[in-house]
């Protein structure tokens, strides 16, 4: 396990959690200007969640050699960071 990208996938995850919230919150309580909503869920969210470093790990982990480490890598990093973005989604109809 001290190979397997463990900051990546926590920010991965956390990213689609916050990503949940803030379109829940946009679809219930805030409308902001579609340019807005564009820049903070693609821009900054998007950029927050560092998939682009995701891609990167897994050629890593496959260049080093270790399919069961990256393919459960993969599946627990997509997951995951769906069922984050529910449970964010979740969370804001609670209140």
Known sequence: ???FPFQ???INI???FLMGVLTELMALYWSPH???RSFLTTGV???FT???AFALEV???TDKNMPMTSFVYVVLSVALSLAAFF???KLVRLF
């Open 87 to 89: 449970a964010g989604l």
């Open 8 to 10: 990546i996938f926590v």
């Open 14 to 16: 956390l990213g689609c």
């Open 59 to 61: 050629g890593l982990l």
């Open 45 to 47: 969210l998007g950029g």
């Open 1 to 3: 396990w001290e190979v």
């Open 34 to 36: 579609m340019h807005l």
């Open 50 to 52: 560092t998939f682009s």
